[in-house]
C-alpha cells in the first residue's frame, strides 16, 4: 500500500488531522432531486467525522425560487455555527430589482463572505443586465463570486479582466475527462485558471473519471484548486476521497484541502 | 482522545479489465496496472468483468478474461451472460457447468447495452438456474449520469419477488432514484446496490434505516471511474465499524462464497 498519510487516514475513517478543510462549494436546505438529511446539524456530524473545518454554503432555495428566504437561512446558520459555516449570497437576477438590496444586506453582516450565482437554474445568460450590477458590488467590494457555470472560457475571461478584484470561481471542474483533455473549451478553461490570477476552479462532481484529479493538477496547478463537495447534493465523505486518495503529494493536498480557500475567503 | 480505527478490506464489486470503445491511457485496463493501482490504494479483492464482454463479443470477453487473471487470487470473475434463446450463449444448466468448471461465481447482465427485457420471457429461465446455485447476477444499465435513469423498476420488482433466493445487485445507482430506491430495498432483502455512484448525502446511513446494511456492496466503477472517493464514502460514513467492514468487503464475500460451487 502507498505511504501517503492522508491515504492511509482515508483507508481507516480516520478524522483529518493537522490540515485546515474548507469545502468551497455545499447548500443548504431541501432538493427536489432526492436529497436526504440536509439539516445543518447533520452536516457538521459529517463534517466532524471527517475532520472538515468549515463549509461555505449557498441555499437550494436561493438558487432555486426565493433568493431571500434562502439567503435568511443561511444566515441563521452561520449564526449559529460561526466557526463550521461561511455565507453564500445568492440572488436570482430575473428579480433584477431586488439584487442590490439583497446584496446590500446580506454583507452588512459578517454571515457572507461570497456570492452564489446560477444561471442554468435561473435560466439567465451570464453576460445578462441582472447580473451587471453583482460584479460590480462585487468589485468594488473584493467579494468572490462562485458560478455553477460561466457559460465559456471566453466570457469567464472577460469577466475577470473587467472586474479584476473579483476572484471568479468555476464550479464542477471535478467533472473533467482527461480523455476529453485536448477539447478546445475546456483546455481554455483549465489555462485560464492556471494564467489568470482572478480565476479558481473548484472540484466537485457527481463522478470521478480515472487519472483526472491528478491531470486537472499538472495542467492548472494546486494553487488555483479548490476542494469542494457539492454536499448535501453530494456526498461529502465520497467528495473528499478525491482528493484525499489521490496519487499527488501532500504538499498539493494540504493547499486544495484549505489553504487556497483560506486565502480567498480571507479566514 | 483519537480513536483508531483498523484498516477495512475492500473487495470491489464492480470493476472491469481491459480496453475498452472509450478508454484512454489514464485507465487501468492491465491486470498489473489494475493490481498496483489496488495496492496503492488498499483494495484486497476485485470482481471483475472483461470490458471486451460487455462492449463486444461476451463470449469471446469472458474467455479472455479467464486467461487473463489466472492464477490471481485477488481477481475474481465476473461473467457477462445472455439468456439461451438468443442462441449466444448455451442452456442455463450448460452455462452453469461452464461456470462451475472456470469457478466464475458471478455475472453481469448487460440491460442497456443488450436491451433485455426483465421480464420471465426473456430471463425467467436463467434466473431460475441461477438461483439455484445462488450466483449474485449483477444488472448493469451502463454508466449513465444520475439523470438518466433506465432501470426497470417493474421489472425488478418481478425479478426479486420471484427469485426470493437470487441475489440481485444493482449496478451504479445514482443519487436521483432515493424515492423509488427505498421501499424496493425495504421490501426485497435479496436486492443489492453496488453503491460506486451512489452519491447521496448521509445516502448509506439513510438507506440502513428501511434496509440492512448486508444489501450494500462496496464498489469503485474501475478502470474508467476512480477508486478512492467510493473508498472514503464507506470508511467516512456513519455506519458502525461492524457495517462498514461488510459493506466494504463482507457482503460480497458472503455472496461470492454462497454460491454451491465456488471453489469446490
Excluded at chain 1, 463522478?207 to 483526472?212: E, L, S, T
Excluded at chain 2, 493501482?37 to 470477453?61: F, K
Excluded at chain 2, 487473463?68 to 461473467?79: A, H, Q, T
Excluded at chain 2, 478502470?223 to 472517493?229: L, S, V
Amino acid at each position: 500500500m502507498g505511504s501517503d498519510r492522508f491515504c492511509d487516514m482515508g483507508r481507516r475513517g480516520q478524522p483529518l488531522d493537522r490540515v485546515r478543510v474548507i469545502d468551497a462549494h455545499a447548500h443548504l436546505g431541501f432538493c427536489q432531486i432526492g436529497v436526504l438529511a440536509s439539516s445543518a446539524e447533520r452536516m457538521v456530524r459529517v463534517m466532524d467525522r471527517i475532520g472538515v473545518e468549515k463549509v461555505a454554503i449557498s441555499s437550494f432555495a436561493a438558487i432555486g425560487p426565493d433568493a431571500e428566504l434562502g439567503n435568511d437561512a443561511v444566515r441563521r446558520v452561520v449564526d449559529k455555527y460561526p466557526d463550521r459555516f461561511i455565507g453564500y449570497a445568492a440572488v436570482n437576477p430575473n428579480y433584477t430589482s431586488e439584487v442590490s438590496t439583497l446584496l446590500e444586506r446580506c454583507f452588512s453582516g459578517n454571515q457572507f463572505k461570497a456570492i452564489k450565482i446560477h444561471p442554468s437554474f435561473h435560466d439567465y445568460p451570464v453576460c445578462g443586465e441582472g447580473y451587471a450590477e453583482v460584479y460590480e458590488f462585487a468589485n468594488s467590494r473584493g467579494i468572490p463570486i462562485l458560478s455553477h457555470t460561466w457559460g465559456s472560457a471566453d466570457i469567464l475571461e472577460k469577466l475577470a479582466t473587467q472586474y479584476s478584484n473579483v476572484d471568479f470561481i468555476s464550479a464542477h471542474a471535478g467533472g473533467y475527462d482527461p480523455r476529453k483533455g485536448n477539447d478546445k473549451g475546456l483546455s481554455k478553461l483549465l489555462e485560464l485558471a492556471r494564467e489568470k490570477p482572478n480565476v479558481y476552479l473548484d472540484v466537485t462532481f457527481s463522478v470521478i473519471f480515472a487519472g483526472a484529479f491528478e491531470e486537472l493538477v499538472k495542467r492548472v496547478g494546486a494553487d488555483k484548486l479548490l476542494y469542494a463537495s457539492d454536499c448535501p447534493f453530494l456526498n461529502m465523505p465520497f467528495q473528499i476521497g478525491r482528493v484525499l486518495m489521490a496519487d499527488v503529494c501532500d504538499e498539493v493536498k494540504v493547499k486544495i484541502f484549505g489553504q487556497n480557500a483560506a486565502k480567498l475567503f480571507k479566514i | 482522545m483519537t480513536v483508531e480505527r483498523a484498516n477495512l478490506l475492500f473487495f470491489d464489486s464492480n470493476c472491469k479489465i481491459g480496453k475498452s470503445s472509450t478508454g484512454s491511457e489514464f485507465m487501468v485496463w492491465s491486470r498489473s496496472d489494475l493490481l498496483l493501482e489496488m495496492d496503492r490504494l488498499g483494495i484486497s479483492r476485485a470482481l471483475v468483468t472483461h470490458n471486451v464482454a460487455c462492449e463486444y463479443d461476451p463470449q469471446e470477453g469472458n474467455a479472455k478474461l479467464i486467461e487473463e487473471i489466472k492464477g490471481e487470487s485477488r481477481l475474481v470473475p465476473c461473467w457477462v451472460v445472455l439468456p439461451h434463446h438468443t442462441g449466444i450463449f448455451s442452456e442455463p444448466e450448460q452455462l452453469i457447468e461452464k461456470m462451475q468448471k472456470h469457478n466464475v461465481p458471478a455475472v453481469r447482465i448487460m440491460m442497456t447495452a443488450h436491451n433485455l427485457l426483465l421480464h420471465e420471457i426473456c430471463l425467467g429461465e436463467l434466473f431460475s438456474a441461477l438461483q439455484s446455485v445462488r450466483v449474485p447476477v449483477f444488472l448493469d444499465y451502463g454508466d449513465r449520469h444520475w439523470g438518466d435513469e433506465r432501470i426497470d423498476w417493474t421489472g425488478l420488482m418481478w425479478a426479486c419477488s420471484t427469485f426470493p433466493d437470487l441475489p440481485v445487485i444493482l449496478c451504479r445507482p445514482g443519487l436521483n432514484i432515493n424515492f423509488k430506491l427505498f421501499p424496493v430495498m425495504h421490501r426485497f432483502s435479496n436486492l443489492h446496490i453496488e453503491i460506486s455512484y451512489f452519491q447521496v448525502h448521509e445516502g448509506l446511513e439513510e438507506l440502513t434505516r428501511v434496509c440492512s446494511h448486508e444489501q450494500l456492496l462496496f464498489g469503485t466503477g474501475m478502470p474508467r471511474f476512480d477508486a478512492g472517493a467510493a473508498m472514503t464514502m464507506v470508511s467516512y460514513s456513519g455506519l458502525t465499524e461492524h457495517e462498514k467492514s461488510a459493506v466494504a468487503g463482507g457482503n460480497l464475500t458472503r455472496l461470492v462464497e454462497g454460491v454451491s460451487f465456488y471453489g469446490k
